[in-house]
């Protein structure tokens, strides 16, 4: 597994937890990172992405509640979630590649596995 995503769980409604996604020196020094979601029954969709120089892309969905930061000395990739709602819930991939192609909404070809988030009302 060349991203190590960690950090799902359950919360309740308003709660917060954050994503955690661990990788190579040289795959997170030349990508960008990012965070989709894919919910029962719905398409997978960008949640978060971030440069590797540090600009940002937010769903509308999270814009304000959601923070994506990324960690150099560290090789790591954070998706801090606050405000949780019951519309979050989904299983959440961490995903790296060209800026672009994760902002079209495609990922690039590093790959997570799946963390859970399940926000209860």
């Known amino acids: 597994v060349q991203l190590q995503a960690s950090g799902g769980g359950l919360v309740q409604a308003g709660g917060s937890l954050r994503l955690s996604c661990a990788t190579s020196?040289?795959?997170?020094?030349?990508?960008?990172m990012g965070w989709f979601r894919q919910a029962p029954g719905r398409q997978r969709e960008l949640v978060a992405a971030?440069?590797?120089?540090?600009?940002?892309t937010y769903a509308d969905s999270v814009k304000g509640r959601f923070s994506i930061s990324r960690d150099k000395a560290k090789n790591t990739a954070y998706l801090q979630m606050n405000v949780l709602k019951p519309e979050d819930t989904a299983v959440y991939y961490c995903?790296?590649?060209?800026?672009?192609?994760?902002?079209?909404?495609?990922?690039?070809?590093?790959w997570g596995q799946g963390t859970e988030v399940t926000v209860s009302s």
């Open positions: 971030i440069a590797v120089g540090g600009a940002t």
């Open positions: 995903n790296a590649g060209p800026t672009w192609v994760l902002v079209a909404g495609t990922g690039g070809n590093y």
């Open positions: 020196e040289s795959i997170f020094s030349l990508n960008a």
